[in-house]
RNA sequence: GGCGUCGUGGCCGAGUGGCUAGGCAGAGCUCUGCAAAAGCUUGUACAGCGGUUCGAAUCCGCUCGACGCCUCCA
């Protein structure tokens, strides 16, 4: 039997601030969308974390049996620079300005955003559409709105009519927002939009002639906005309404908001059941951001080439550091938070180095069945790593315990514990076992030599010979570790 | 100005109205020739002021502080 139907998962839903059961729309089956990167940079921590966070779930979800279609795109078009008339595309502005064609900038950083996450043991979505390649199912919701008069065209560029969608529905039950209220604190333009109102969004844009990212429409040539695309490529690929849609808390307005009033101008239908918001990574307590230069890439961390940081981390740490914390809490990135957290994995890993030389007893002292639910219930809470987590270290206990004898479990149990560990730690919270380090052999043998000179040393009580050996090997980075059944060693 | 979030012990970070989060650091202990490593044990807390309650870090109000969105943004 799938474990989703033992398992009830409860959901944060951004669209109503509550907590609520997950039920699909289908049984057994999620669709979910995630908003991608705009590919004109590369991403950075910040943008890792929200992708992640969905990742997590979508582990989460694969782990609990049910069949996932994750679908997360690339915005490789149409992203304007700002909504004012002058509005540029961010891909062509940055190609321009490299003098490269706009698909050279795509793929470059398409290209850096796959290494990221495979660095980063990111599961590879079912979808992953771009927007280039749906220009022509945007031009034909674009012809929909229009027909249904909730859109306008000026000088060729479309635009959304938001006050008159919101006659009928209501623009901004995402974000909380009050149109009439949007209306009077917005600053006023100066006065050369061709928008009937500020808060009008384009659907389409008119291309000016410089502009070199432009396709054919009924409207003329250009380029289609940036909210549309999501909305094109979600329901494209998972219906007019789907389960989930998530994405990093700052995109719920305006994105969101104006996905909902498309897809349901579009359709006649609320596109999401669950919006999910993953929240910000921030650097010295302000949110990471490109434009602002306050952000850190992942490549410097794994580099260590950055001056906020002591020395390099492996990526799978970052990983476990960010799951210590909610998806839906802010975390603020330091040096000393990840030191911490890197302690914290190598312990957690140490123990699960350990789990396949545990042996069984006739008895289990420890109740594990209560252990396992625990961490699902950890999990069903939406998603709460950092319970998870806390229970993960409860099992690092017990393995303790079980390798000094004082805890016991049965066969079955030792088998069943053993599934679960691994379960939550590498198929749903994704982390790497990076602490078993492939040392080649021949380092190997000269090390294991030299331990067995220093255990003759040491038997002689020649304690300064002893000492030499296990300082000078300590400043190469070869630590000696003596236990109960001799000398192991670690190379940092 | 509008909408919203947050303020937990040295640091990071969970949290249900009454019962231990967890990690890191610190302290003590075990192991050790001495260390290191590893393991065990363990203290300090809920921004401030009021209110509701038998009881609040957890609910309400106010004050202070931080942050996010309102323009591109994960």
Same mark, same amino acid.
């Given at each position: 039997?799938?474990?989703?139907?033992? $398992?009830?998962?409860?959901?944060?839903?951004?669209?109503?601030?509550?907590?609520?059961?997950?039920?699909?729309?289908?049984?057994?089956?999620?669709?979910?969308?995630?908003?991608?990167?705009?590919?004109?940079?590369?991403?950075?921590?910040?943008?890792?974390?929200?992708?992640?966070?969905?990742?997590?779930?979508?582990?989460? *979800? !694969?782990?609990?049996?049910?069949?996932?279609?994750?679908?997360?795109?690339?915005?490789?078009?149409?992203?304007?620079?700002?909504?004012?008339?002058?509005?540029?595309?961010?891909?062509?502005? !940055?190609?321009?300005?490299?003098?490269?064609? @706009?698909?050279?900038?795509?793929?470059?950083?398409?290209?850096?955003?796959? =290494?990221?996450?495979?660095?980063?043991?990111?599961?590879?979505?079912?979808?992953?559409?771009?927007?280039?390649?749906?220009?022509?199912?945007?031009?034909?919701?674009? !012809?929909?709105?229009?027909? &249904?008069?909730?859109?306008?065209?000026?000088?060729?560029?479309?635009?959304?009519?938001?006050?008159?969608? +919101?006659?009928?529905?209501?623009?901004?039950?995402?974000?909380?927002?009050?149109?009439?209220?949007?209306?009077?604190?917005?600053?006023?333009?100066?006065?050369?939009?061709?928008?009937?109102?500020?808060?009008?969004?384009?659907?389409?844009?008119?291309?000016?002639?410089?502009?070199?990212?432009?396709? @054919?429409? @009924?409207?003329? #040539?250009?380029?289609?906005?940036?909210?549309?695309?999501?909305?094109?490529?979600?329901?494209?690929?998972?219906?007019?309404?789907?389960?989930?849609?998530?994405?990093?808390?700052?995109?719920?307005?305006?994105?969101?908001?104006?996905?909902?009033?498309?897809?349901?101008?579009?359709?006649?239908?609320?596109?999401?059941?669950?919006?999910?918001?993953?929240?910000?990574?921030?650097?010295?307590?302000? &949110?990471?951001?490109?434009?602002?230069?306050?952000?850190?890439?992942?490549?410097?961390?794994?580099?260590?080439?950055?001056?906020?940081?002591?020395? @390099?981390?492996?990526?799978?740490?970052?990983?476990? *550091?960010?799951? $210590?914390?909610?998806?839906?809490?802010?975390?603020?990135? /330091?040096?000393?938070?990840?030191?911490?957290?890197?302690?914290?994995?190598?312990?957690?890993?140490?123990?699960?180095?350990?789990?396949?030389?545990?042996?069984?007893?006739?008895?289990?002292?420890?109740?594990?069945?209560?252990?396992?639910?625990?961490?699902?219930?950890?999990? +069903?809470?939406?998603?709460?790593?950092?319970?998870?987590?806390?229970?993960? *270290?409860?099992? #690092?206990?017990?393995?303790?315990?079980?390798?000094?004898?004082?805890?016991?479990?049965?066969?079955?149990?030792?088998?069943?514990?053993?599934?679960?560990?691994?379960?939550?730690? *590498?198929?749903?919270?994704?982390?790497? +076992?990076?602490?078993?380090?492939?040392?080649?052999?021949?380092? /190997?043998?000269?090390?294991?030599?030299?331990?067995?000179?220093?255990?003759?040393?040491?038997? =002689?009580?020649?304690?300064?010979?002893?000492?030499?050996?296990?300082?000078?090997?300590?400043?190469?980075?070869?630590?000696? !570790?003596?236990? &109960?059944?001799?000398?192991?060693?670690?190379? +940092?």
């Amino acid at each position: 039997m799938e474990l989703y139907k033992s $398992q009830q998962l409860i959901i944060y839903n951004s669209l109503s601030n509550k907590k609520e059961d997950f039920v699909p729309l289908t049984e057994g089956y999620v669709g979910m969308y995630v908003c991608g990167p705009t590919v004109y940079s590369n991403v950075h921590l910040g943008n890792v974390r929200t992708f992640l966070s969905f990742d997590m779930i979508f582990r989460y *979800f !694969k782990h609990l049996g049910y069949k996932v279609r994750y679908v997360r795109n690339i915005t490789d078009a149409g992203h304007l620079e700002n909504d004012a008339d002058a509005g540029e595309d961010r891909i062509a502005k !940055k190609a321009r300005l490299e003098e490269l064609e @706009p698909m050279e900038v795509v793929q470059q950083y398409t290209v850096d955003f796959h =290494n990221v996450l495979n660095e980063f043991n990111f599961l590879p979505p079912s979808i992953e559409p771009t927007a280039t390649g749906h220009i022509v199912e945007q031009i034909e919701i674009i !012809k929909t709105i229009l027909d &249904k008069r909730l859109a306008y065209e000026v000088n060729g560029s479309v635009y959304f009519d938001v006050l008159k969608y +919101n006659e009928s529905e209501h623009y901004g039950i995402l974000s909380g927002r009050n149109i009439e209220d949007a209306i009077h604190n917005t600053r006023a333009l100066d006065g050369q939009s061709e928008k009937k109102n500020p808060q009008d969004f384009a659907l389409w844009k008119r291309a000016q002639p410089e502009h070199i990212m432009r396709w @054919p429409s @009924p409207w003329g #040539v250009g380029f289609p906005g940036w909210h549309l695309e999501c909305t094109a490529m979600s329901t494209k690929y998972l219906g007019d309404q789907f389960d989930i849609h998530g994405g990093g808390m700052d995109l719920k307005f305006p994105h969101h908001e104006c996905e909902i009033a498309q897809a349901q101008a579009n359709k006649g239908v609320t596109p999401v059941r669950y919006w999910m918001h993953g929240n910000m990574l921030t650097l010295n307590g302000k &949110k990471m951001a490109k434009s602002t230069g306050n952000n850190i890439l992942p490549g410097e961390l794994i580099s260590g080439n950055n001056d906020i940081l002591s020395k @390099p981390f492996a990526a799978t740490v970052a990983r476990f *550091f960010m799951l $210590q914390a909610h998806y839906r809490s802010i975390l603020d990135f /330091s040096n000393d938070a990840l030191e911490a957290a890197e302690r914290g994995y190598f312990r957690l890993m140490n123990a699960v180095n350990a789990l396949n030389n545990l042996r069984s007893s006739d008895t289990s002292s420890i109740d594990l069945a209560a252990w396992k639910q625990q961490c699902y219930d950890a999990m +069903n809470d939406d998603f709460n790593t950092p319970i998870l987590i806390a229970h993960l *270290f409860e099992g #690092v206990k017990y393995i303790n315990q079980l390798k000094e004898g004082k805890a016991t479990l049965t066969e079955a149990d030792l088998k069943e514990f053993k599934e679960t560990i691994n379960a939550f730690i *590498f198929d749903v919270l994704g982390l790497e +076992n990076v602490s078993v380090q492939d040392t080649s052999d021949k380092l /190997s043998g000269v090390v294991e030599m030299l331990v067995k000179m220093r255990d003759d040393a040491r038997a =002689n009580k020649d304690w300064a010979l002893s000492d030499k050996i296990r300082d000078e090997l300590q400043t190469l980075g070869i630590q000696l !570790k003596d236990g &109960k059944d001799g000398t192991t060693f670690s190379v +940092n």
